[in-house]
């Protein structure tokens, strides 16, 4: 059956045609849309690699670890993590048993020095003060053996007085000679003792003045980090109660991807991407391979093992990126691409 449709006016469009132009425009803008996005993530995917040499890195400073050589029971802190401090800063109470028994351990060495001094100072008086009398004696013993001596020798003087009188004056000088010698040993001795006993003083006065009660304050003016000792922990000598960030020197350790065309040399110029923020820097440093090894894994810190890390200095009046943010660093190829424009205008004879 065919129906025919008269229009009254030619002019007006036909809406089911309107419709289906306005509809086939509208799904070539999408297809469009979505072959040329497609084409061009393809394009970044694989040609990004081409002009530069990105990978994650990491805000950091350096570090000052805050500790001490006993073993000690936290108390009381004066900080949290995150806080901003001065070099001289409290910032932690420590008791510490093992520094109390280093001390006890002083006091009675001390003690001991000072009676063993106590001691030799009589024994140098006594011999002093009965060295006078013994003398005395011995010079009345010598005067008996010269009358003795002077005797004449029709005189009845029996063997044994004789013996008696030399034996006396040999005692008398044994006695003289013994005291004579404990005063100047007891004199020498009293001198050694003074000057080690001012030695243990002074490392006692040094253990307690290290020390400080207790007192644990910032060596620098930092940022405290997330390593922080709890109240009531019980530490280990050497193991740090505050790690503190050196907020004056901020760096960013670069994990330089193993895929590159180029190695990233001291001196290059590179990008810091932070958000929305390009931040230009500098490689001032590549780390040793004992330093990568040896690199401690920090909150944030991208997945993957890295060969090579770059430290990248920022340019001076640059604002940073807060510490250990994640941040991307971007290194372009422009000596490379200098070169391939250079020969690729030799070649055609352009120049």
Do not use: C
Request: charged share 20%; aromatic share 6%.
């Amino acid at each position: 059956m065919s129906i025919g449709l008269n229009r009254l006016d030619p002019n007006v469009p036909d809406p089911i045609e309107s419709r289906r132009r306005t509809a086939g425009r509208f799904v070539r803008m999408v297809y469009g849309t979505g072959v040329f996005g497609l084409l061009a993530v393809v394009i970044v995917y694989f040609g990004a690699p081409l002009v530069f040499l990105g990978g994650p890195g990491i805000v950091s400073a350096p570090r000052q670890l805050v500790s001490l050589p006993y073993v000690v029971q936290v108390t009381d802190t004066h900080v949290a993590p995150g806080d901003k401090i001065s070099a001289g800063d409290e910032i932690a109470q420590v008791r510490s048993p093992q520094q109390d028994e280093i001390v006890a351990t002083y006091m009675r060495a001390l003690a001991d020095l000072a009676g063993r001094e106590a001691e030799l100072r009589i024994r140098a008086r006594v011999a002093r003060d009965s060295l006078d009398a013994t003398r005395s004696y011995l010079r009345l013993t010598e005067e008996a053996v010269k009358r003795l001596e002077a005797a004449p020798s029709s005189a009845s003087v029996s063997l044994s007085f004789q013996i008696e009188v030399l034996r006396e004056r040999a005692q008398a000088l044994k006695a003289v000679a013994s005291q004579e010698a404990e005063a100047a040993e007891a004199s020498v001795q009293i001198e050694s003792l003074s000057a080690f006993r001012q030695r243990l003083q002074q490392h006692l006065d040094q253990t307690e003045r290290e020390f400080a009660d207790g007192r644990v304050v910032a060596p620098i003016a930092g940022i405290v980090s997330r390593r922080f000792a709890r109240i009531g922990q019980s530490l280990v000598a050497g193991t740090a109660i505050a790690e503190i960030y050196d907020t004056t020197d901020i760096y960013v350790d670069w994990y330089v991807p193993n895929h590159r065309l180029v190695d990233p040399t001291v001196g290059d110029d590179v990008f810091v991407l932070f958000g929305n923020r390009r931040i230009l820097g500098v490689i001032a440093e590549i780390l040793p391979v004992s330093d990568v090894l040896g690199a401690e894994r920090t909150v944030g810190q991208p997945v993957g093992q890295s060969a090579q890390i770059a430290r990248v200095r920022f340019s001076p009046g640059a604002v940073t990126p807060a510490l250990n943010a994640t941040v991307d660093v971007h290194m372009y190829y422009t000596g490379v691409a200098a070169r391939a424009a250079a020969a690729l205008v030799d070649f055609l004879g352009l120049r």
